[in-house]
C-alpha cells in the first residue's frame, strides 16, 4: 500500500505485518521505516510506516526486566506508572513534549532518530537496556551500550528494560523544553548500595554527545559511603576526563561540559 506526499514528494509505504515489512524492504530500494514522525523535519524520500504492524506494539512485565515494542507509544508506557517503570524512565517521559505529543510519540522513534539522541538515549543507557533486531531469517541482541547501527536487512522489534531497585536514582533533561537545540541534552545517575558499599553506579550523558562514564563506574565500585568532599572532587575531574574523551571528535557548546560536570557534582553529593 502506497500514499504520495505531492508536499515534499516523499512516498510512504504501509505494511500490517512483520512479512510484509521484510517484503517491501526487499523489493523497494532505500526504505526508510519511520513511526509517528513527530521527531522528524525532514521526511526521507521512500518511507514505510510501522503504525499498523501489531507485532511491534507490546508491552511485556517480567520478574526481572520489562519490554516494550518499538511502537508503543510514551503515554502508553507513562499509564504503567511508578509501580511498574524503573522511576528513572518514568521521569524522562514526562519531561518529553505534551501530553498530546505522548500519545503518538514512540519510545522507538524517540530512541532511533537518526539525526537525535533524544530524551530517553540517557535512561535506557544507564539502565542497561538491551535491543532485539529481527531479519526474515534470524534475531540479535545488542546492548544500547554497544549499539551503533541497525544490523543490515533487520528491524528493531524489542526494546528490553531490567528492572532493578536503586538507592539513588537522579534524572535530568538540560536545554529548551519541546525543541531540540545543540544545547539539549539528559543526564541520569543510578547507584546501589549495601552496608554503605557502592555496588553498582550509572553514570550517562547523551546529546550532541553520547557516553557512559564506564571507566569512572569501574573505579566508584566498593567504595564506602557516604563519600568525602576530597574524592568528590577527585571524581568529579575523572568525569571531566571521560566527557572531554567522548568529545573528542565533535563540535559542541561548552555549556554542555560545564552542565554535565554540574550535575555529576549534585549526584556525588547525595552520596556524602
Known amino acids: 500500500m502506497e500514499k504520495n506526499m505531492k508536499n515534499n514528494e516523499s512516498?510512504?509505504?504501509?505494511?500490517?505485518?512483520?512479512?510484509?515489512?521484510?517484503?517491501?524492504?526487499?523489493?523497494i530500494a532505500n526504505l526508510t521505516i519511520v513511526g509517528s514522525c513527530t521527531a522528524t523535519t525532514d521526511l526521507p524520500e521512500k518511507m514505510i510506516s510501522s503504525t499498523l504492524i501489531q507485532e511491534f506494539n507490546h508491552i511485556g512485565k517480567h520478574e526481572r526486566y520489562i519490554?516494550?515494542?518499538?511502537?508503543?507509544?510514551l503515554s502508553e508506557i507513562q499509564a504503567l506508572g511508578e509501580r511498574h517503570l524503573p522511576s528513572l524512565l518514568l521521569?524522562?517521559?514526562?519531561?518529553?513534549?505534551?501530553?498530546f505529543v505522548r500519545n503518538v510519540a514512540t519510545i522507538?522513534?524517540?530512541l532511533m532518530d537518526p539525526n537525535n539522541k533524544n530524551t530517553l538515549y540517557?535512561?535506557?543507557?544507564?539502565?542497561?537496556?538491551?535491543?532485539?533486531?529481527?531479519?526474515?531469517?534470524?534475531?540479535?541482541?545488542?546492548?544500547?551500550?554497544?549499539?551503533?547501527?541497525?544490523?543490515?536487512?533487520?528491524?528493531?522489534?524489542?526494546?528490553?528494560?531490567?528492572?532493578?531497585?536503586w538507592d539513588v536514582?537522579?534524572?535530568?533533561?538540560?536545554?529548551?523544553?519541546?525543541?531540540?537545540?545543540?544545547?539539549?541534552?539528559?543526564?541520569?545517575?543510578?547507584t546501589d548500595s549495601e552496608k554503605s558499599i557502592i555496588t553498582?553506579?550509572?553514570?550517562?550523558?547523551?546529546?550532541?554527545?553520547?557516553?557512559?562514564?564506564?571507566?569512572?563506574?569501574n573505579r566508584m565500585l566498593g567504595l564506602r559511603l557516604?563519600?568525602?568532599?576530597?574524592?568528590?572532587?577527585?571524581?568529579?575531574?575523572?568525569?571531566?576526563?571521560?566527557?572531554?574523551?567522548?568529545?573528542?571528535?565533535?563540535?559542541?557548546?561548552?555549556?554542555l561540559l560545564q552542565q554535565f560536570l554540574n550535575l555529576v557534582r549534585h549526584s556525588f553529593e547525595q552520596l556524602s
Open 108 to 110: 522507538g522513534g524517540n
Open 122 to 165: 540517557a535512561p535506557l543507557l544507564a539502565l542497561e537496556a538491551v535491543l532485539e533486531f529481527k531479519s526474515p531469517t534470524d534475531v540479535k541482541y545488542i546492548a544500547l551500550q554497544n549499539f551503533t547501527e541497525i544490523p543490515k536487512g533487520h528491524v528493531l522489534t524489542n526494546i528490553r528494560v531490567p528492572l532493578n531497585d
Open 200 to 217: 553498582s553506579i550509572k553514570i550517562a550523558f547523551s546529546g550532541k554527545i553520547t557516553f557512559r562514564c564506564l571507566s569512572l563506574e
Open 67 to 73: 519490554e516494550f515494542g518499538p511502537a508503543t507509544t
Open 226 to 255: 557516604p563519600l568525602k568532599s576530597k574524592e568528590i572532587e577527585a571524581y568529579i575531574e575523572d568525569a571531566e576526563q571521560e566527557f572531554l574523551r567522548a568529545a573528542e571528535k565533535t563540535e559542541y557548546n561548552p555549556i
Open 91 to 99: 521521569e524522562a517521559i514526562d519531561t518529553i513534549a505534551t501530553p
Open 11 to 27: 512516498s510512504i509505504f504501509y505494511a500490517r505485518n512483520l512479512s510484509e515489512l521484510f517484503y517491501q524492504m526487499k523489493t
Open 169 to 190: 536514582s537522579i534524572f535530568t533533561r538540560l536545554g529548551p523544553e519541546n525543541r531540540i537545540t545543540d544545547t539539549s541534552a539528559s543526564f541520569a545517575f543510578l
